[in-house]
């Protein structure tokens, strides 16, 4: 699943600390760091997010 490399040496991607867990190992992240990667990355796409309502003042230049 991971896809980060630097997560193959057994080290946590965010705080590197030593990984125990399979999961862990496998995602690249410890439990607490894996939480804390998916509630930032959940804030950064709200961040990013828009809405059609947010496009009504752009013209057609058709």
């Not at 997560?7 to 999961?23: A, M, P, Q, T, Y």
């Not at 990667?37 to 752009?58: A, C, H, P, W």
Request: charged share 40%.
């Amino acid at each position: 699943m991971s896809g980060l490399v630097s997560g193959l040496d057994g080290n946590c991607v965010r705080c590197g600390r030593k990984l125990k867990d399979i999961k862990s190992i496998e995602r690249g992240f410890g439990k607490t760091c894996y939480k804390k990667y998916l509630k930032e990355t959940e804030e950064r796409m709200k961040k990013n997010q828009i809405s059609v309502f947010d496009l009504r003042g752009l013209k057609n230049d058709r």
